[in-house]
């Protein structure tokens, strides 16, 4: 016999246009438009809001409307078509006699296929449209695109060749050659059946070596930065002395010189602390990673950010505005909306009620997706207007000491969203501000109190030890523990780990790594 039993449980579960808010509020304005397109693609009852239809119907509205306010629109019309038509019989009569007497047009001058180019193009652009400042985009080549194209420029017979593209299809991105020869010379016989040894391929190696970039093809760091200090001696740029010295550190006493232990290495090296340090300052100058100028180098540097608020200082007020130039206004297609009320009062078969059940729900699929791009707008804007008025004071000045403790919460407590939802405000957005452009990111930091009680933010922390690893001897670089000391003497009471935190999240070296001569 079966027990039946009744309980009552609490599911919190979301709905389709919540998912879909949520989603859309991560997104950041560059995404947005291009979701907005792929929505009108997908829903052909949605569409953008004052389009050409919309002023062509008013356009011809009018002109009916001033048409029959016109009374003598007609006789106008009838006189104007005939002096027109008059007019185009006196041009072909006087053309004819022209051509009749040796007299011809210009037009006789032109074949249809020798049209002049004014005639094809138009320069129709006004002064204010801002057409130099567009940016022409290359096509960027591969760092093996550039090998291969120097290879073909040495002497080598069909099979040196193949082997060499071979050992350039294994270098990497940054060139280098990461794989042992020896493994290079089975991957060879058994793929190109070709037999061939270590020392065959040292020997095209070096020659791969002697391409540009300096230092590709290089097996490690040391061997490329040595075959960069030899390019320079050979091609007699620079002190030959000092380059010497470069390459005796690099060949001799790499593990010294990655520690950076420099009184090791003058006391081994005949030279003086003058040769020594422009040796050492020749090496710190080399490209460890010869290959990164190809590659996806143009691609990085043709990404750009658009900010998804414009905040602007007229007079000491701040105006906060949502970056919507490129996102389009949205509505509904009238046609379908039409096509829904006359149906529905009509009896419909069963594939017209097919159809209206798909128009009804491509219809409020169309409201969900309007109301959601509102409900973001206006989320967006009150977060960010909330963080202006936590952060008033920097938002005027840009002084970033005057940036106060702030987190999640706070920003969640104002505006009473979740702290979920604030996050994924804050998250991949950026604001232009008269003093910059700065991720949301940015303006969120933790706090802690002085001696003095005073709370202060973790980035104000941040900035004093950077002005001080900025100003300290380079001979002798300020550890942690020194730091920390120095922060305590100006009132911040912290620990000599958290200034360490601190030191890996701006990206400074520790203090050995920072030494110079």
Known sequence: MLNLT??????????PQQIQLIKL?????????QRIKREIEENPVLEEGGGEDEDRDRQEEDFDQN?????????????NTKEIEDTEDYIQDNYQEDKLSGEYAPDDYYDDD????????????????????????????????????QLGLGVMNEREQLLAEYIIGNIDDDGYLRRDLESITDDIAFSANIETDEKELKKLLSIIQEFDPAGVGARDIQECLMIQVVRKYKSGL???????????????????????????????????EKTMKAAIEEITHLNPKPGSIYGNLLAKNSQHIIPDFILED????????????????LRLNKTYSDMIENMSKKTASQKEKETLLFVKQKLDSAKWFIEAIRQRQNTLMETMQA????????????????????ILKDIAEKTGFDISTISRVANSKYIQTHFGIFP????FSEGMQTDTGEEVSTREIKKILKECIDKESKQRPLTDEKLAQILQQRGYQIARRTVAKYREQMNILVARLRKKL
Request: proline fraction near 4%; hydrophobic fraction near 30%.
């Open 440 to 443: 949301l990111k940015f303006f």
């Open 238 to 272: 620079g002190d030959k002395n000092v380059l010497k010295t470069a390459y005796k550190i690099l060949h001799d006493y790499f593990p010294e010189f990655t520690k950076k232990h420099y009184e090791k290495i003058i006391g081994k090296i005949d030279a003086n």
């Open 25 to 33: 509020l991560e997104i950041p304005t560059i995404q947005l438009e």
């Open 314 to 329: 007229n007079e000491g007020e701040l105006i906060l505005h949502l970056n919507s130039k490129n996102v389009p206004e």
């Open 67 to 79: 048409r029959q306010n016109d009374d003598s629109y007609e006789e106008d019309y009838n006189e």
């Open 387 to 406: 963080i202006i008025t936590f952060q008033h004071e920097y938002f005027q000045e840009g002084d970033e000491t005057k940036l106060k403790p702030m």
């Open 114 to 149: 020798e049209t002049p180019n004014y005639r094809l193009s138009a320069n129709n652009y006004s002064d204010d449209d801002d057409r130099k400042n567009e940016i022409p985009y290359t096509q960027a080549v591969s760092l093996h695109e550039t090998l291969l194209s």
């Open 6 to 15: 009744q309980s009552l449980k609490q599911i919190q579960k979301l709905s």
